[in-house]
């Protein structure tokens, strides 16, 4: 059974660079899409982007200027970099790996990770 | 604001049928077929209930169902369970590679 878990620093300061990692374990990365979304407390749902096990990635438009994610087969991780951070971040990160060879069907979720911006 | 329009929030009793609809645009909904939804529980992760508009993954009961018509797409619960009180996120894909959820529903069973 894959299972995902999500780690990274739970406070990051204004303007700085908010780093996650999420590990997969149980299954491999190769052969999927894997997916970033996160949720401000008591809000919706936002996906951020996703990257393919080969590297090509593709993200939320209003987020491009600011995301980077990346895979690790080696170490069968993924990751997530977003700069210059601001209140407005605050959320619950989750990562997500896609059904099948879809880009649109989160089908397992790690159990997310909160992350708050504040200085 | 999110980009797709869910109601706040539904209700029924246990035994009942409630649907919950997701509006979007021709250039989301209306355009693909590839519309899900997602059940979360407090503090728990989203699970998928409903992938391609209809379609249920395994484990899912059949209770749960979807459908579409132009722009809005509908998540139906038949035979309401206790258990079911939940929010419940539709998604879509999206014009230009992108992909939008739902501002989401909090589902009462009364």
């Known amino acids: 059974q894959v299972q995902l878990q999500e780690s990274g620093p739970g406070l990051v300061k204004p303007s700085e660079t908010l780093s996650l990692t999420c590990s997969v374990s149980?299954?491999?990365?190769?052969?999927?899409?894997w997916s970033w979304i996160r949720q401000p407390p008591g809000k919706a749902l936002e996906w951020i982007g996703y990257?393919?096990?080969?590297?090509?990635?593709n993200y939320n438009p209003s987020l491009k200027s600011r995301v980077t994610i990346s895979v690790d087969t080696s170490k069968n991780q993924i990751s997530l970099k977003l700069s210059s951070v601001t209140a407005a971040d605050t959320a619950v990160y989750y990562c997500?790996?896609?059904?099948?060879?879809?880009?649109?069907?989160?089908?397992?979720w790690g159990q997310g990770t909160m992350v708050t911006v504040s200085s | 604001q999110s980009a797709l329009t869910q109601p706040p929030s539904a209700s029924g009793s246990p035994g009942q049928s409630v649907t919950i609809s997701c509006t979007g645009t021709?250039?989301?909904?209306?355009?693909?077929?590839?519309v899900s939804w997602y059940q979360q529980h407090p503090g728990k992760a989203p699970k998928l209930m409903i992938y391609e508009v209809s379609k249920r993954p395994s484990g899912v009961p059949d209770r749960f169902s979807g459908s579409k018509s132009g722009n809005t797409a509908s998540l139906t619960v038949s035979g309401l369970q206790a258990e079911d009180e939940a929010d419940y996120y539709c998604s879509s894909f999206a014009h230009s590679n992108n992909l939008l959820f739902g501002g989401g529903t909090k589902l009462t069973v009364l």
């Open positions: 997500a790996r896609l059904y099948d060879s879809s880009v649109d069907v989160f089908d397992i």
């Open positions: 149980g299954g491999f990365i190769k052969g999927y899409y």
């Open positions: 990257v393919y096990y080969s590297g090509s990635t």
């Open positions: 021709i250039r989301d909904i209306g355009g693909y077929n590839y």
